[in-house]
C-alpha cells in the first residue's frame, strides 16, 4: 500500500517559492514521461486499476506500475501498488505497438494477464499521458516530491510526500506552507484521473 499526502499549488509563482526554499535540501531532478494503457475492453479502468509506463530523463529508464483502488481524501491517498524495472527499449516498443504488452516477459504485466483478463496482441490499448517534472528534496526527515505537470489542457503543481504517518507528515508540509504565506489546497483528484477527464481541477 502506498500511502502518500498530496497538496495542490495553485499556481507556477507559489511552485517557483516552494522551490526556492527547499532548495539548500535538493536531492535529485527528474524528468518524467508517464504513459497508460488499459484493455481494448476497458478491462482495467472498469475495476478502477491504472497500468502505467514512467520514463526517466530521456528514457533511461522504465517503471512498469500497477495501480488499483486508489482513495484521496483530505489530501491524503492510498492506493494499492506493485511496480518494476523495465529495460527502456522493451517499454518504447510497447509504447509504439501496445499489443506487444501483452507477450512481454514482466512480473506486473503477467499479473495484468492473468488478473484483469487483457489477453492477446489486440488487448491492450494506449491511452496517451502526459509529462512531468520532479524535484525532489530530503527536508526535516521527509522526502519531498515537487511536481510541475504538463497536460494538453495546463499546468498543474503539487507537493508529494510518502509517509508511514501522513497525519504527520501533512501537518508538517502544511505548517511550512502557512509559515511561508504560500497558499494551497489539498489534492482532490489523481494526475492520472485529471488526464482522464481533460481539464484541470
Known amino acids: 500500500m502506498e500511502v502518500e499526502v498530496k497538496l495542490r499549488l495553485p499556481n507556477a509563482d507559489s511552485h517557483r ?11 535529485a531532478t527528474h ?4 504513459l497508460f494503457f488499459d484493455g481494448a475492453d476497458s478491462e482495467l479502468s472498469s475495476k ?11 528514457d533511461e529508464r522504465c517503471v512498469v506500475s500497477l495501480k488499483a483502488k486508489a482513495v484521496l481524501v483530505d ?9 518494476e524495472d523495465l529495460n527502456p527499449r522493451v517499454g ?10 501483452g ?26 499521458g502526459f509529462g512531468n517534472i520532479r524535484s525532489v528534496y530530503e527536508w526535516k526527515g521527509l522526502k519531498l516530491e515537487v511536481d ?11 507537493i508529494e510526500c510518502e509517509s508511514a504517518d501522513p497525519d504527520e507528515a501533512k501537518r508538517v508540509l502544511e505548517e511550512f506552507l502557512k509559515e511561508n504565506g504560500i ?17 484541470l481541477p
Open 183 to 199: 497558499d494551497y489546497s489539498y489534492s482532490l483528484m489523481s494526475k492520472f484521473a485529471i488526464f482522464r477527464s481533460g481539464k
Open 103 to 128: 507477450v512481454v516477459e514482466s512480473r506486473v504485466l503477467e499479473r495484468v494477464r492473468n488478473e484483469f483478463g487483457v489477453k492477446g496482441e489486440k488487448g491492450f490499448v494506449g491511452l496517451g
Open 75 to 83: 489530501g491524503v491517498s492510498r492506493v494499492e501498488e506493485d511496480e
Open 48 to 58: 478502477r486499476a491504472v497500468l502505467r509506463f514512467r520514463f526517466y530523463n530521456d
Open 17 to 27: 517559492r516552494v522551490i526556492a526554499l527547499l532548495a539548500p535540501f535538493h536531492a
Open 148 to 158: 510541475e505537470t504538463s497536460f494538453d489542457f495546463g499546468t498543474l503543481y503539487e
Open 31 to 34: 524528468r518524467q514521461r508517464n
Open 92 to 101: 518504447l516498443d510497447c509504447v509504439a505497438e501496445p499489443g506487444k504488452l
